[in-house]
């Protein structure tokens, strides 16, 4: 996937490798895919729709990014509560 210049906002795809990292998952077992759509406009938020799935599950989510909705702590929910399959643990 190519990513756009993004000088203004957050880049969705750039933030959900960041999150993965930070959970210790490997981005490379995650699909990411920016949509336009006017759901988003239904919604009153000024974002995207990303379609976020992880290959090894096939467990697909979709958020609506942007400034004012909460998509990155709707993800992160996601992927601690086990949506996307079991999150390594940190050693003992």
């Known amino acids: 996937m190519q990513l756009r210049d993004t000088s ?3 880049d969705p795809v750039k933030a959900l490798h960041g999150l993965l990292r ?4 490997d981005a490379d077992d995650f699909e990411f895919e920016e949509h336009d ?3 988003v406009d239904l919604l009153g938020t000024s974002g995207r729709i990303v379609s976020v799935r992880r290959r090894s599950t096939g467990e697909e989510r979709l958020y609506a990014t942007g400034p004012d909705s909460a998509w990155m702590g709707a993800f992160m929910m996601d992927i601690g509560s086990g949506h996307f399959g079991r999150v390594p643990r940190a050693p003992a």
Do not use: E, K
């Open 8 to 10: 203004n906002r957050i």
């Open 22 to 25: 930070a959970q210790g998952l």
């Open 37 to 39: 759509s006017g759901f």
